[in-house]
């Protein structure tokens, strides 16, 4: 079955540091990978998506790469700042809009 | 910017009733989806709706779910008899459509409590 693999471990960051997340998956080929952010109690929100044949998409501060050889992506924060501390997620699509999430990296960026 | 409302924020229900979760999606979007997150766990996705039918739908979404948008602007979520491992919480979703490169905007949740 296909699955989504992020580090589980919190990433500790300080500020002014660019941050780096991993999103790995398997037994999938997928068109477009999604990043999400998360606060807590709160939904996902919708931050970047990539196409398979963009290496890489950019958003103000923010950069997303996509090797679909390795069946990776990467999520970069640069000039990090303790309000981009939030867990995020990455997410593939599957028929019917159904969006399969990876389970979270938790970013604390400090002071 | 327009966003998708749910309510309530929070929901306890005794184990075997019934509950009706709520949500008001972004007006101009056609799909509309339901998903859940155990405490800690991942977000997982219930089901996906289209055209006033079900477009796809995971084992989770079995006989005791069943969605519904009963007017132009409500799309509800029940679970008939709730048990205690429905405790979680859930988003609704919508989007523009159903393809690949679409975002989904999700509401932020109604947090389902079963004792």
């Known amino acids: 079955s296909q699955k989504i693999e992020q580090n589980s471990e919190a990433l500790n960051i300080q500020e002014g540091k660019t941050a780096t997340l991993t999103c790995n998956y398997t037994?999938?080929?997928?068109?477009?990978l999604q990043w999400y952010r998360q606060d807590p109690g709160r939904g996902p929100v919708f931050l970047l998506l990539?196409?398979?044949?963009?290496k890489e998409k950019r958003k103000e501060r923010l950069k997303v790469t996509f090797d679909t050889t390795l069946k990776q992506s990467l999520f970069h924060i640069t000039a990090s700042q303790p309000a981009d501390s939030a867990t995020y997620l990455c997410a593939l699509y599957n028929q019917g809009g159904k969006l399969i999430f990876g389970q979270g990296t938790e970013l604390s960026v400090k002071p | 910017e327009p966003e998708v409302t749910q309510t309530p924020s929070h929901q306890v229900t005794q184990m075997g009733q019934e509950v009706i979760l709520r949500c008001v999606p972004i007006s101009n979007h056609l799909y509309f989806y339901w998903y859940r997150q155990i405490l800690g766990q991942k977000v997982e996705f219930l089901v996906s709706?289209?055209?006033?039918?079900?477009?796809?739908k995971s084992e989770i979404f079995d006989d005791q779910f069943s969605v519904e948008r009963p007017d132009g602007s409500n799309f509800t979520l029940k679970i008939r008899s709730t048990k205690l491992e429905d405790s979680a919480m859930y988003f609704c979703a919508s989007s523009e459509e159903e393809i690949s490169n679409q975002p989904q905007h999700f509401g932020d949740g109604t947090r389902l409590s079963i004792l």
């Open positions: 990539i196409r398979e044949n963009e």
């Open positions: 037994n999938y080929s997928p068109a477009y």
């Open positions: 709706f289209y055209n006033n039918e079900i477009s796809e």
